[in-house]
């Protein structure tokens, strides 16, 4: 069963203070390496902008096609709303575009669990990671009856849907350091991720 990966572009890196999404990673545009890292998992990769312009101005690879928020200013959820939306598969895998150290072992795990579930969702320090997490199309209706409520938080419709919850100790079989959920916000988080990524990570 084919998978696809969804890349949630569509913030305005305000504590960055320019475009996360472009900043080069050994080279490459960030969000250009999240998409690399996802190709070997998923057969396409819907990357989700605020507008077209957005869309236009990215450094994406020719695989890659972009949908515009059908819900306006909703944030993560209104983004994972659009990407599961536009995916050609039952299944994706969402992940936000500033997270340069996916762990594609972690996220294949995770694959694996969807069986009688809806979503797959890793739990560090007792709180969802659901930003890093899978889910099937069957979300569409719960999702979107948060979105015309006004209701952003993503894990609000997590009582609506059957959700596998993934343990810090099977996170940490794949990935001890946890790297996979690292993600670019700030000057200090970049300059760790450039330390990160010139060791080899």
Known sequence: MGVSGIVLAGGLSRRLGRDKAVEPIRGEPLIARVIGRLDSLTDETVVVVNNEARGDELPLPPTATTAVDIYPDSGSLGGIYTGLTAARNDWCVAVGCDMPFLNIELLAHMLTLRQGYDAVVPVLGGYPEPTHAAYS???????????????????GFFDDVRVRFVSEREVEAFDAE????????????????????DEGR
């Open 178 to 197: 946890r790297l996979s959920f690292f993600n670019v916000n700030t000057p200090e988080d970049l300059t760790r991720a450039l330390a990160l990524a």
């Open 137 to 155: 199309k069957v979300c569409l209706p719960h999702i979107e009856r948060r979105l015309k409520a006004g209701q952003l938080k993503i894990a």
